[in-house]
């Protein structure tokens, strides 16, 4: 396969292509027996020629970080928009409602951590006991929650809106509560190193579930099953990215954002991540510039 130019290579695909159309076309035909038995032969051995060439290991995890992924999230930008307009929207009403009943804050934070706000003390202390274990813990838990967020998209969306815009509500109930305590400063110092990469993650978790939903509901030419099958590849790659992601935010929350160091610090750390983190999904890739024809 390394030996093939560019355009043998398509040629190469588009006859695998063809070959299994012909195929499914013979197994229709009772008659044709032995021209089955060959096709089927022919292709089983182009299969393993072709997909036994893939790379494989950390060149090829290091390969799709660094151009495959940037360019699956610019083709999908449309859905990563949507995705964040969704959480801003939760952010949004769930602030309103904060403020304009302040008894919807005990409804959504629970008692207890409502208390531990108006004692004006962070939730957060707890986690600096014990920082193997809860980071392990919330790199768990925010793996479980974009992956949720990510498959909802087979319910028709439907999981997937909830998902997004039940984060969105929470941020937003928990800044409006943590404002009105005097606490802003300590809420924010503390999300930002690791918020910097989680909710970006969970944003494009959620753009996943969209594109996956997008298929279910409008096949378009396609088959249903076809159109299925292709959002769920396109939605899969687009979720496998942020998993690195989710392993530095859960280190950085159990280890850093809860620490006593200053707050110009964990600023500047969440504030530098996210700088890189645009810079890497968004900086000009060829496989995004210049797709194939």
């Known amino acids: 396969m390394r030996q093939l130019s560019r355009a043998e290579l398509r040629e190469t695909a588009l006859l695998y292509r063809q070959a299994a159309s012909d195929l499914s076309t013979l197994r229709q035909d009772t008659t044709a027996r032995a021209y089955t038995e060959h096709v089927n032969h022919l292709l089983a051995r182009a299969h393993h020629i072709i ?10 995890i290091f390969l799709f ?10 083709r999908q930008i449309h859905y990563v928009l949507l995705s964040l307009v969704l959480l801003l929207a939760g952010a949004t009403l769930g ?14 934070l629970g008692p207890q951590m409502v208390e531990t706000i108006q004692r004006h003390e962070m939730w957060t202390h707890s986690i600096v006991a014990v920082k193997p274990y809860a980071s392990s813990r919330i790199m768990t838990n925010n793996l479980t929650v974009c992956f949720v967020t990510f498959a909802g998209g087979i319910f028709c969306g439907l999981l997937t809106i909830y998902s997004m815009f039940q984060n969105g509500m ?18 924010w110092s503390f999300v930002a190193p690791h918020g910097s990469l989680e909710l970006p993650s969970i944003i494009l978790s959620g753009a996943a579930g969209l594109r996956l939903a997008h298929g279910v509901l409008f096949p378009g030419l396609y088959r249903w099953r076809d159109s299925v099958a ?32 200053p707050v110009r610090l964990k600023f500047a750390v969440g504030g530098v991540l996210f700088t890189l983190l ?7 890739v060829r496989a995004a510039t210049k797709p194939s024809r």
């Not at 970080?65 to 610019?74: F, G, I, K, N, S």
């Not at 645009?278 to 000009?284: E, I, K, N, Q, T």
């Open 230 to 261: 292709l959002a769920g590849a396109e939605a899969t790659r687009l979720v496998a990215g942020i998993i690195p992601l989710l392993v530095i935010a859960g280190s950085l929350e159990g280890f850093f954002s809860p620490s006593d160091a």
């Open 95 to 108: 602030s309103v409602l904060t403020l304009a009943r302040p008894q919807f804050m005990r409804h959504m």
């Open 51 to 60: 997909y036994s060439s893939r790379r494989k290991g950390f060149k090829k």
């Open 170 to 187: 929470l941020l937003g109930v928990i800044g409006v509560a943590c404002q009105q305590h005097g606490m802003a400063v300590d809420l």
């Open 278 to 284: 645009l810079v890497w999904l968004f900086r000009p």
């Open 65 to 74: 970080l660094r151009d495959e992924y940037p360019a699956t999230v610019q």
